[in-house]
T-cell receptor, first 112, second 114 residues
Framework: QKEVEQDPGPLSVPEGAIVSLNCTYS??????FMWYRQYSRKGPELLMY????GNKEDGRFTAQVDKSSKYISLFIRDSQPSDSATYLC????????????FGTGTQLKVEL | NAGVTQTPKFQVLKTGQSMTLQCAQD?????MYWYRQDPGMGLRLIYY???????DKGEVPNGYNVSRLNKREFSLRLESAAPSQTSVYFC?????????????FGPGTRLTVL
């Protein structure tokens, strides 16, 4: 069993839809939870991060962490074609000098 | 600022050939990383370097060697390439940003081993 599980998709939604992307994990020691966005043929870039449990909002994006269920989510409101990318969740034990454990990524396509 | 740069962008090797992937960062970061990305496997850490002069194995180090040449540069060497090393390789460096040691990735090197 992988430490971090993520549905690979692909996920196709119409423009304006609310998108929900999810990861589950098995190691309860993870403290920092990140979402990276990766456009085709590019390197991943950090989108958002959350420490421990709770929600964090940044514009159209909301990250949620439920440590009791070992489940994290990324919600995208009013999705745009420019949101079409692969979204990878990542986790670490500490916030500094960290080695990240990544999910496999979910491919998202937002269609006009 | 160029961020993290990688060379080459593409490479085709024959089984048994050797090559070095180059990575450089201009963000004055201490830590640098090499990952490989394969379909269905996500990003897996090959080696990392917490500071100049130190290197440590990651999840999948077999068949690779690294050199932290100085603070800016971290190279990955394949001594005898195998088809199983066909992958996309990403270099990253990390530094504090907003309270998190954030990893910044290069554009990747697409390697095919025939």
């Amino acid at each position: 069993q992988k430490e971090v599980e993520q549905d690979p998709g692909p996920l196709s939604v119409p423009e304006g839809a609310i998108v929900s992307l999810n990861c589950t994990y098995s190691n309860s020691a993870f403290q920092y939870f990140m979402w990276y966005r990766q456009y085709s043929r590019k390197g991943p870039e950090l989108l958002m991060y959350t420490y421990s449990s709770g929600n964090k909002e940044d514009g159209r994006f909301t990250a949620q962490v439920d440590k009791s269920s070992k489940y994290i989510s990324l919600f995208i409101r009013d999705s745009q074609p420019s949101d079409s990318a692969t979204y990878l969740c990542a986790m670490s034990f500490t916030g500094g000098g960290n080695k990240l454990t990544f999910g496999t990524g979910t491919q998202l396509k937002v269609e006009l | 600022n160029a961020g993290v740069t990688q060379t080459p962008k593409f490479q085709v090797l024959k089984t048994g050939q050797s090559m070095t992937l180059q990575c450089a960062q201009d963000m004055n970061h201490n830590s640098m990383y090499w990952y490989r990305q394969d379909p269905g496997m996500g990003l897996r850490l090959i080696y990392y370097s917490a500071s100049e002069g130190t290197t440590d194995k990651g999840e999948v180090p077999n068949g690779y060697n690294v050199s932290r040449l100085n603070k800016r540069e971290f190279s990955l060497r394949l001594e005898s390439a195998a088809p199983s090393q066909t992958s996309v390789y990403f270099c990253a460096s990390s530094g504090l940003a907003g309270g998190l040691d954030t990893q910044y990735f290069g554009p990747g090197t697409r390697l095919t081993v025939l």
